[in-house]
Every structure is written in structure tokens, then in C-alpha cells.
């Protein structure tokens, strides 16, 4: 799954975001609402967890304006313990589902998983050129061609094709691939850019993966 996390509550949000790396998902942050609405558009999210207070735009606000611009990603909103009415206030606004603080991880991995299997189709599915992810099977195709990926591998290719185009720094892929706070080697996104090089374009001669000196890696799709 590939998952979007709005939160301003820093360690609940770091700690979610641990446990679905953990699992080989992609977790998105935002720590205010402003952020999460930009980073909400990405059409390749599967889910979009949500609390209600938040800085700058609140959790009602980011369910109506996504509703109203055509995104049906699945929101899951977060409300307080005894907040009935903002339960139904989140349904009324777009929301899907709703979860009550406190709660474990492994009921709110359940709601996730739950959200995922009524979403759309092709709800997940990332098309750039000949290449096909698909985050919610895991699969990477290239034409006709079936590249098989590692969890890591398939959450550092998404970052990149997310970016398409634009460069992205090494500490960018480090917090959204291991997460933010990652204390092991930087020089690990090196090795699986070339792990990835490897798979996707030297057997078909492409130079997909670019390395831009001094700034990072940027990805450009093949026609």
C-alpha cells in the first residue's frame, strides 16, 4: 500500500509510519493540513489517513476540497475518543472510515486493508512510459515484461517516478523510503539505485534512473 499520513501529532505519525515501512509499504507525511492537501493529489496513494485538528487546513476542509476536485482515494479520519459528532461530521465530509485515538496499530492496519479492498481497480497504479507500478500487488512491468522488485526496491522507484522528472535529494528518498530519523547509511540509496539500474534498464539498454551530480537522482519515463 501506498499510504499518505496527515498528522501534527509527530510521534503517533512517526510511529505509524515505522510500523507500514516496517511492512514494506510507502508512508507519506504531512504534519499540517496544508501540506497533506498538496500531497493528497498523488494519484498512486491507495488510502489517506487523516486526523481532524490540524495546522492550517483542518480534516473537514481536506476531505471537502479533495471530494470537490474528483480525488476518491479512501480517507480514513482520526477523531477524539468521545467525538460523535465529528464522526459524522467526517462521513458528511467525504471521509470512509473513522478510527477513535487511542488506538493500536494493528486495528488501524486492518481499517487500511479493509478501505484498499473497496477502492477502485486501478486505485494504487502508477503508468510512466512503458513502465506499470501497481502498489497494491506489488508489481512493476515494463511493456510485457514482468521486473521483479523487492518491497524497497518497488517504494524507491515509486519515490522516484513520483518526482518524475525533478530531482530528488538523497535525504528526500532516505526519509520516505526508510523514514525520517533513518540513523543507517545514507550510501544505501546509492545501492539500490543500482539494484534498480540493474533491473529495469540495463537489460533493455534505457537510461531511466539519472543520476544528477551534486543533487541526487531523477527519473525519466521511457515512450
Known amino acids: 500500500m501506498k499510504v499518505l499520513l496527515i498528522e501534527d501529532e509527530e510521534r503517533l505519525r512517526d510511529a505509524l509510519a515505522r510500523g507500514l515501512r516496517a511492512e514494506g509499504h510507502v508512508a507519506l507525511e504531512a504534519a499540517d493540513g496544508a501540506d497533506g492537501l498538496v500531497l493528497a493529489a498523488d494519484p498512486s496513494l491507495d488510502v489517506i489517513v487523516c486526523d481532524i485538528l490540524l495546522p492550517k487546513v483542518n480534516g473537514f476542509r481536506i476531505c471537502q476540497e479533495l471530494r470537490a476536485a474528483g480525488v476518491r482515494t479512501p480517507i480514513l479520519m482520526l477523531t477524539a475518543k468521545d467525538g460523535e459528532w465529528d464522526q459524522a461530521e467526517a462521513l458528511d465530509a467525504g471521509a470512509d472510515d473513522y478510527l477513535t485515538k487511542?488506538?493500536?496499530?494493528?486495528?488501524?492496519?486492518?481499517?487500511l486493508r479493509a478501505l484498499v479492498r473497496r477502492s477502485p481497480g486501478d486505485a494504487g497504479v502508477v503508468q510512466a512510459g512503458v513502465l506499470r507500478l501497481d502498489y497494491r500487488t506489488g508489481n512493476c512491468r515494463l511493456g510485457d515484461e514482468v521486473i521483479s522488485l523487492s518491497r524497497r526496491e518497488l517504494a524507491l522507484l515509486g519515490a522516484l517516478v513520483a518526482r518524475s522528472g525533478r530531482v530528488a535529494?538523497?535525504?528526500e528518498l532516505l526519509d520516505e523510503v526508510w523514514g525520517k530519523g533513518f540513523e543507517g547509511d545514507p550510501n544505501l540509496v546509492e545501492v539500490y539505485v543500482g539494484y534498480l539500474r540493474r533491473k529495469i534498464d540495463a537489460p533493455f539498454g534505457t537510461h531511466s534512473i539519472q543520476t544528477v551530480r551534486g543533487a541526487g537522482?531523477?527519473?525519466?519515463?521511457v515512450p
Open 169 to 171: 535529494s538523497k535525504a
Open 102 to 111: 487511542p488506538f493500536s496499530y494493528i486495528v488501524l492496519h486492518a481499517h
Open 217 to 221: 537522482y531523477r527519473f525519466v519515463a
